[in-house]
C-alpha cells in the first residue's frame, strides 16, 4: 500500500497509516490478530506522545465529514485506539489473554466504513 | 412518561439486603438440571419464550416509515418481521407469506435491516403484496383462485408492544399481561432515562457452544469482576455489588467502585469524552430509584429482564462516554446460544469523540471476551455430571432468583 496523505505535522506517521488504518473495524482488528509485539510497540511509540495533539486536530472536525488527509489521520487514531490496550495490558499479545476466540466474535455491522 | 412524580421511596417495597434475599431466596445450593436437561428446554420454549415479552428491537434503530427488521428466532421456530407503517406505528409479523407459507422478507444470519420504500413487502416466490402494516394489497392473476379470502390473508401479527423505545413482542395468542404489567416495578424502576439519544450502536454477536442459561447467568453477577477482568480492568478496586431489589420476575442490583488503573492511552480518551457536555457522566439522568443517593462512584444498574434481557444503564458514569449496555441470550437449541452484546453511545460530534468511543468500545468488548471464555467450559462441566448444584453467595443473587422464577413459569 502507497503511504497515505497524512496532515502537518503528522506525515510522518504516513508508513504507520499504511499498515494500520483502515475504515471498517473488521479489517482493522484482522490487521491486529496478525501484530507481533514489536509492532504495538511501534505504533504505541510513535502514537501514544502525540495522542493530544492528534485528539486536538481532529476534534476541529465533524465525525461524518472530513478531508482526506484528516480522514487518513482519524483511521490511524481508531487502529491505535483499538490496538493502545495490547501494549499496555496485554504485554503484546495480539489476542487478549484468557480470553474467548475474537474471531467468533462477530462485529455484526463492522464492515460498515467509518 | 411513566416516571412523572415518581420517587426513590415509591419502589422503596422492592429494595432487599442480604439478609433479605437471604431469607426470601435462601442458602442453599441451586440445581443445575434445568442447564442440564433437553427435555427442560422444550418446556421453556412453550412456557417461557411463547408466553413472555421478549425485547427484540428498538425503535430509534427503525427511525423511518418503512424501515425493517427481520429476526430469527430458533426458540419460538419464528422468522419476526418488524417494521414501522406507513402511520408511524411498529408492529411485528411473522415474516411468512399467507399463500404457501415462503418467507416474504429474504434474510441473512439472524438480524436482517433493510427499508421498504413504498410501504409494502413483497414475496418474491408469487409476487403477493402485503401493506407495512399488515393488510394483503395485490395478488397477481387473483381472478384464477376460485376461492380466496385476502381481506383474511394479511400478514399474521405478533403482539408488540413498546416501552421506552425497546420493542418487545410476546408469541401468545392473547398475552395473559400487558407488557406494562409484564415489566411492572422494572418498567418504573428504568423508565425516564432518555435511551433514544443513544442511537450510536457497537453491536457484537456470537454463537456460544453451551445452555443459553450459562450464557446469561455469567453476565449477571458483580462477583467474577476482579478474577475473570484482571487483564482488560486491572487493578478494579472497592467493587461494591448493592442495592438488590426484586420485581416479580424481574431483579435488579447496582455496581458502585473506584475504578480500575487507567491506561495512559485511556486516560487520554475518557478525559475527552468527560469534558463533553453529551458525553460527561450523567448521574443527574438516573432514574430516581437507581443510585438514589447519587453517588459519584456509581458504575451502572445490574438487572435480570426476565428471561433474556439485561440493560446496564450506565449514564457515562461507568465505561467513559457510554450511556449504557444490553445483554441478551437467545436459546438455538439446547445447547447453543446466540449472545448479542451492543454498547450505546450519544452519537460523536467530532472525529475525536469517535475515537474515543472506539477506544472505550474495545475495552469493553474485550471485557466481553474474557466473560465469553467461560461458558462453553461451564457448560461442558455441567453436562459431564460432575456437579449437580451451583454454589451461590450473596452477589450471585440475580442467578438465584432467574432460576426460581424459571421454576415458576414452567410449573405454571
New interface residues.
Given amino acids: 500500500m502507497t503511504n497515505p496523505i497524512l496532515p502537518a505535522p503528522f506525515t510522518d506517521l504516513a508508513p504507520l497509516a499504511a499498515h494500520w488504518a483502515r475504515p471498517s473495524?473488521n479489517e482493522r482488528s484482522e490487521i491486529r490478530w496478525s501484530a507481533s509485539a514489536d509492532d504495538f510497540k511501534a505504533l504505541?511509540e510513535a502514537m501514544?506522545p502525540r495522542?493530544?495533539d492528534i485528539?486536538?486536530?481532529?476534534?476541529?472536525?465533524?465525525?461524518t465529514d472530513?478531508p482526506e488527509e484528516?480522514r487518513n489521520l482519524?483511521l490511524l487514531?481508531?487502529a491505535?485506539?483499538?490496538a493502545?490496550?495490547h501494549h499496555?495490558?496485554?504485554r503484546g499479545s495480539s489476542a487478549?489473554?484468557?480470553?474467548?476466540d475474537?474471531r467468533?466474535?462477530?462485529?455484526?455491522?463492522g464492515d460498515v466504513a467509518? | 412518561m411513566m416516571t412523572t412524580g415518581m420517587t426513590a421511596a415509591d419502589l422503596a417495597h422492592t429494595a432487599r439486603s442480604s439478609e433479605d434475599i437471604r431469607h426470601e431466596l435462601g442458602v442453599d445450593p441451586v440445581s443445575v438440571r434445568s442447564i442440564r436437561d433437553p427435555a427442560i428446554y422444550e418446556l421453556e420454549r412453550e412456557k417461557i419464550f411463547k408466553k413472555t415479552w421478549l425485547k427484540v428491537a428498538t425503535s430509534w434503530e427503525l427511525p423511518k416509515v418503512g424501515d425493517y427488521k427481520v429476526k430469527e428466532l430458533a426458540v419460538a421456530n419464528a422468522s419476526v418481521l418488524i417494521v414501522r407503517g406507513k402511520d408511524g406505528q411498529i408492529r411485528a409479523f411473522h415474516n411468512v407469506c399467507t399463500h404457501r407459507g415462503n418467507k416474504v422478507v429474504p434474510t441473512t444470519g439472524f438480524?436482517t435491516f433493510g427499508r421498504s420504500r413504498a410501504n409494502v413487502v413483497t414475496c418474491r416466490f408469487h409476487g403477493w403484496v402485503f401493506s407495512t402494516d399488515g393488510p394483503l394489497r395485490s395478488v397477481p392473476m387473483k381472478e384464477r383462485f376460485g376461492k380466496l379470502d385476502s381481506a383474511c390473508l394479511g400478514l399474521r401479527e405478533i403482539h408488540c408492544d413498546i416501552w421506552e423505545g425497546f420493542v418487545f413482542i410476546n408469541f401468545d395468542a392473547e398475552p395473559a399481561q400487558s407488557l406494562t404489567e409484564y415489566l411492572g416495578d422494572f418498567g418504573k424502576l428504568f423508565s425516564g432515562y432518555p435511551y433514544e439519544e443513544s442511537t450510536t450502536?457497537?453491536?457484537?454477536?456470537?454463537?456460544l457452544n453451551c445452555n443459553w442459561k450459562v450464557a446469561h447467568y455469567a453476565f449477571s453477577e458483580g462477583y467474577h469482576v476482579p478474577t475473570?477482568h484482571a487483564?482488560?480492568l486491572?487493578g478494579f478496586q472497592g467493587i461494591e455489588h448493592t442495592d438488590f431489589k426484586l420485581m416479580g420476575p424481574h431483579a435488579s442490583s447496582t455496581i458502585y467502585g473506584a475504578g480500575m488503573d487507567t491506561?495512559?492511552?485511556?486516560l487520554?480518551?475518557a478525559s475527552?469524552l468527560s469534558t463533553t457536555e453529551r458525553h460527561r457522566p450523567r448521574p443527574d439522568q438516573l432514574p430516581p430509584a437507581i443510585n438514589p443517593e447519587r453517588r459519584a462512584d456509581f458504575q451502572f444498574e445490574l438487572p435480570n429482564l426476565f428471561p433474556n434481557f439485561i440493560i446496564h444503564l450506565a449514564s457515562g458514569c461507568g465505561y467513559p462516554g457510554m450511556s449504557f449496555f444490553t445483554h441478551q441470550f437467545w436459546p438455538l437449541d439446547h445447547g447453543r446460544t446466540l449472545w448479542?452484546g451492543i454498547n450505546y453511545f450519544r452519537?460523536?460530534?467530532?472525529?475525536?469523540?469517535?475515537?474515543?468511543q472506539?477506544?472505550v468500545n474495545?475495552?469493553h468488548?474485550?471485557a466481553?471476551?474474557?466473560?465469553?471464555?467461560t461458558m462453553e467450559d461451564t457448560f461442558s462441566g455441567i453436562m459431564s455430571g460432575t456437579i449437580d448444584e451451583m454454589q451461590l453467595m450473596d452477589q450471585e443473587f440475580l442467578i438465584r432468583h432467574a432460576a426460581r422464577t424459571l421454576d415458576t413459569f414452567l410449573a405454571a
Fill in positions: 473495524e504505541y501514544m495522542l493530544d485528539l486536538a486536530l481532529l476534534s476541529q472536525h465533524p465525525a472530513m484528516v482519524f487514531a481508531c491505535f485506539a483499538e493502545s490496550p499496555e495490558l496485554y487478549v489473554p484468557y480470553s474467548f475474537a467468533r466474535f462477530v462485529r455484526t455491522d467509518l | 438480524e450502536a457497537f453491536r457484537y454477536s456470537t454463537v475473570i487483564g482488560s486491572p491506561a495512559p492511552s485511556t487520554a480518551f475527552m448479542e452519537p460523536a460530534q467530532t472525529a475525536a469523540e469517535q475515537v474515543a472506539q477506544h474495545a475495552l468488548r474485550n466481553w471476551l474474557e466473560d465469553t471464555a
